[in-house]
């Protein structure tokens, strides 16, 4: 297991498999001048792949998520999958996408072995959406969203950052849409994760400004009534069902207690958390031929030190060097 002092158990890995993307979102990237990790440090498909084998056999991982950067750039994205798929015991398997490589490949995906689909979207209008990706891709994203909903990648969850003064006023269509369309839709409070170190606390949309917008046209009932568990989104009923909507408050609501996380960087780093200043280096391992037990271990010492929460509301808060695009989000 890879537990932590907290006694927290990490099931969950996050996997990004590149730090490159064919969009620039302004809460993310600069439009230019980001240094790319180079080649020669980042993973290859077979050290992917053996990492998440130790990780499923060794080490309780039971769900794969797979990021970046944009995923679906990789070339051999689908034969990571199709290569994880036959695993014991065989973890379940998303990938989160800005959604343009969807409408080409979902159905090599779904063949491949990929459950699921996390989509980001963050406004119906093209304009807007130019704006904020800096390339004119939307209806790109649109057709990526039906393909994988069509290939079967269901239930097809749709992400989405709201900016002030950019698509701030646009929560209530995108619940009317992602109902109308049957996806199920999460708001992600902005973070401190942009590569430019540009996000300011007293200008984001919070998980409060964006219930009270939504509460203007729809009824919403929360779902829990008992614990939170681990699942980052608060979720409620919509209209009195079946759809849903989350909120991902990871700024003004965090879930660290019940954070069950472990990430892998696509140049074989373990980071603990988003937030995290600290890595542990598995790409050295893997370099020099260590056996599969010492990488284990190597990944439970990282977990151990994991730190209680990310520290965002503490006056020392330091940004992590890595943007999100590199850590994998
Ligand atoms: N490129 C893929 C995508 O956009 O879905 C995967 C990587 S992206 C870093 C993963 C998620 O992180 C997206 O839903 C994106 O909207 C979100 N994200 C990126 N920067 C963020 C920030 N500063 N705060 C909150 N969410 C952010
Ligand atoms: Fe690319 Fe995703 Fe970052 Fe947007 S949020 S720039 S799509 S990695």
Request: aromatic share 4%; glycine share 8%.
């Amino acid at each position: 297991m890879l537990i932590d002092t907290y006694g927290r158990v990490a099931t969950d890995l996050r996997v990004s498999l590149t730090d490159r993307c064919n969009l620039r979102c302004t809460y993310c990237m600069p439009e230019e001048g980001l240094q790319w990790l180079s080649k020669s440090t980042l993973l290859t498909d077979d050290e992917i792949v053996r990492l998440i084998d130790i990780a499923v056999t060794s080490l309780g991982i039971e769900e794969v998520r797979f990021t970046g950067g944009e995923p679906l750039i990789r070339p051999g994205v689908v034969g990571i999958i199709e290569r994880v798929a036959a695993l014991e015991p065989r973890p379940q398997m998303s990938v989160t996408t800005n959604g343009i490589g969807l409408k080409r490949m979902a159905s090599a995906l779904k063949a491949a072995g990929l459950d699921r689909v996390n989509v980001s979207l963050d406004t119906l209008r093209p304009d807007v959406f130019k704006s904020l990706t800096r390339r004119d891709r939307h209806q790109d994203v649109l057709d990526g969203l039906e393909a994988a909903r069509d290939a079967g990648l269901n239930p097809v969850k749709v992400n989405t950052v709201l900016m002030p003064g950019l698509n701030e006023d646009e929560a209530p269509d995108l619940l009317a849409w992602a109902v109308k369309n049957d996806y199920e839709l999460r708001f992600i409070e902005q973070m401190p994760l942009d590569a430019q170190h540009g996000w300011k606390r007293d200008s984001m949309v919070t998980a409060g400004d964006i219930l009270t917008a939504l509460r203007t046209r729809f009824e919403l009932t929360p779902e829990d009534t008992g614990e939170r568990g681990s699942a980052p989104a608060e979720r409620w009923i919509v209209d009195g069902g079946p759809h849903r909507v989350g909120v991902i408050a990871s700024v003004t609501r965090p879930f660290c207690a019940a954070c069950d996380r472990t990430r892998l960087t696509a140049d074989g780093q373990i980071r603990t958390c988003l937030f995290a200043t600290e890595e542990t280096d598995l790409r050295g391992a893997l370099r020099s031929d260590a056996p599969d037990e010492e990488i284990a271990r190597i990944w439970r010492e990282a977990m151990w030190g994991k730190k209680a929460g990310s520290g965002l509301d503490d006056p020392s808060f330091h940004q992590p060097d890595r943007p999100m695009s590199a850590i994998g989000g």
